[in-house]
């Protein structure tokens, strides 16, 4: 037996491999994009509560209301949008479930998505088993900046779509106000939805190189009306492992995203959807009191790979630095992952799988969503390991 065509050269996610590759070597593991340390203990009890109380058997398709009405509240709290709960809002398992949904929802074999490059490996996944066609724009070393002309170049005549990811993962960017604007111009211009990956929102940091707001590119003028806009609570709240996520956005493309999800997971995590309701609207200070903790994380990590002689990009959201390995005298940065554990026990993300093109084969991504002590030990071993290439 063979897999099915669909599948075809798209290689097991990298996160399961490094995250694999760390507990076989004991190797200290800043791959893998999740926090050592678990959300607020009140969302916690509010999910044991839940399953007393019964929240035992599905949830509605579209999600509990209590966690929908929630989410409408958390859009206009933080982004002055008004959403209908019953129509506008969809409750996902996860973002990836989410970017999964929206796909198989919306588009149809050789319909082209432009998509930033580096790109989440879902992605490429998703695109691909909806016979999509992508189409990389880069964001490229050293300040991994939105190239509007190469952006306006990547659309076609089949061009229906475009996939943002702000907060970007791997490349901690941002976009700016003026980027979106940007995006969103074009995409009134040549009548494209957006589908927009929001689950570093709330984790932006402002420092002496600026402010880093999120800004969602659903509130630009004109802009509602075709965004798809997906988050998740599982990076805003330390609880990856629950995965619950949502769509909101105009009643048309959030029912195509129920449309397909309905024959997906149909409905997941009952309980663990009351629970996060209450985060959202007991806790809403929680995510940005993680960002504000994150900052000195990232300040940790940052410096001890500059001190280590690496190129690092101090990133202006999520909880990934980018380094270029390239002064270390590595050309491919699969190769030095890969040799990583053996040579100083720690593990980190090469990022070749999210590019089409050449411009990821040196950098390398490192997640600072750990505990500062285990931050340093892996600066510590990787001082005392032989990284040059
Ligand atoms: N989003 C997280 C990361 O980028 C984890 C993703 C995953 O394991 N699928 O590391």
Redesign the pocket.
């Known amino acids: 037996m063979r897999q099915a065509r669909r599948l075809d050269g798209i290689p097991p ?1 990298i ?2 491999a490094m995250s694999a590759l760390a507990l076989r070597t004991g190797a200290v593991n800043l791959g ?3 926090p050592d340390v678990d959300g607020p203990a009140s969302v916690i009890a509010a999910a044991d509560r839940a399953m007393r109380d019964g929240a035992n058997q599905y949830a509605p398709g579209p999600g509990v209301p209590v966690l929908r009405q929630a989410i409408a509240r958390h859009q206009q709290r933080h982004y002055g949008l008004e959403l209908d709960p019953d129509r506008q809002v969809v409750v996902t398992t996860g973002c ?1 479930e989410g970017i999964a949904a929206a796909l198989l929802g919306l588009v149809d074999a050789g319909d082209e998505i432009v998509v930033l490059e580096p790109y ?1 490996d ?1 992605y490429v996944a998703m695109i691909q088993m909806c016979g999509g066609v992508r189409r990389p724009v880069t964001l490229r070393a050293p300040d991994f900046r939105l190239d509007v002309d190469e952006l306006r170049a990547a659309v076609g005549p089949r061009t229906r779509f475009i996939l943002l990811n702000s907060p970007h ?2 490349t901690g960017t941002v976009l700016s106000r003026a980027e979106l604007q940007a995006v969103a111009d074009l995409a009134i211009e040549r009548d494209l939805v957006v589908v927009t990956d929001e689950v570093y929102e709330h984790l932006t940091f402002s420092d002496d190189t600026g402010g880093h707001e999120h800004l969602p590119i659903s509130t630009l003028p004109g802009m509602f009306e075709r965004t798809l806009t997906l988050s998740s609570a599982g990076k805003s709240y330390s609880l990856t492992g629950w995965k619950i996520g949502w769509a909101t956005g105009p009643a048309e493309l959030v029912g195509a995203v129920l449309a397909a999800k309905q024959w997906l997971t149909f409905t997941s995590g009952a309980p663990l959807q009351h629970a996060i309701a209450t985060a959202l609207d007991d806790e809403p200070d929680w995510p940005r009191a993680l960002a504000a903790d994150l900052r000195a994380r990232r300040d940790l990590l940052c410096d001890g790979l500059t001190a280590l002689g690496l190129d690092v990009r101090r990133p202006e959201g999520t909880y990934f630095a980018l380094t270029d390995i390239s002064s270390l005298g590595w050309k491919d940065g699969m190769e030095f992952c890969l040799a990583l554990p053996e040579r100083a026990g720690v593990v980190a ?1 090469p990022t070749q799988p999210f590019h089409d093109t050449s411009a990821g084969d040196q950098l390398v991504r490192w ?1 600072f969503c750990k505990e500062a002590g285990v931050i340093e030990e892996a600066l510590t071993r990787l001082a005392a390991g032989d990284l040059s290439g």
């Open positions: 996610t996160f399961t893998q994009g999740f990836t989440y879902s993962n791997p993300i997640a």
